[in-house]
């Protein structure tokens, strides 16, 4: 009896596990993609990372070289050169302080990425915390992110900005 009801049933038994072996693979080669694409990722945003890198170490030289001309009577204030590039006629930005908006930029993408589970926690965690150090050592990027927030920047997505400024 066993036997006949395996012969009437041995078409959809043959289906089933072929289903679930194709299902199987469907979702292993899912994860596998996903996997793919947050290593490319993960590459591309560290280049250009790295791209910036430089520009902001720069920058923050310029920073302490400029407080310490200040403090010495030779120098303008910090505050003084922003106002002269951003808030008096438009003149072309030096290099280091463009970067902030590049970085910014390059920060907000990050963050996207990661809300849409392409960058792994511990990632976004070693990221953020590189972010808030940027924003806690350099004068120009916290004006730059300062500014931004003024402006009510949309393109920033879900409160970006309060990355810099909040201690979650």
């Excluded at 302080?97 to 589970?117: H, M, P």
Aim: glycine residues 2%; aromatic residues 16%; negative net charge.
């Amino acid at each position: 009896m066993s036997l006949e009801i395996i012969k009437e049933f041995q078409t959809l038994i043959a289906s089933s596990f072929a289903s679930i072996i194709v299902l199987t693979y469907y979702f292993l080669k899912q994860r596998l993609d996903k996997e793919i694409v947050k290593r490319e990722l993960f590459i591309q945003l560290n280049n250009k990372y790295d791209s910036l890198n430089d520009h902001l170490e720069e920058l923050i030289h310029i920073e302490f070289d400029t407080h310490i001309q200040e403090k010495m009577g030779n120098a303008h204030s910090l505050d003084e050169v922003w106002s002269n590039l951003f808030e008096s006629e438009p003149i072309r930005i030096p290099k280091p302080i463009a970067v902030t908006f590049d970085y910014v930029n390059l920060c907000s993408e990050q963050y996207y990425w990661y809300r849409k589970g392409f960058v792994d926690e511990k990632v976004w965690k070693c990221w953020k915390k590189g972010m808030k150090d940027w924003y806690k050592n350099s004068f120009f990027l916290q004006k730059v992110i300062k500014r931004e927030k003024d402006n009510d920047a949309s393109y920033y997505n879900d409160n970006f900005l309060d990355i810099f400024t909040k201690d979650k």
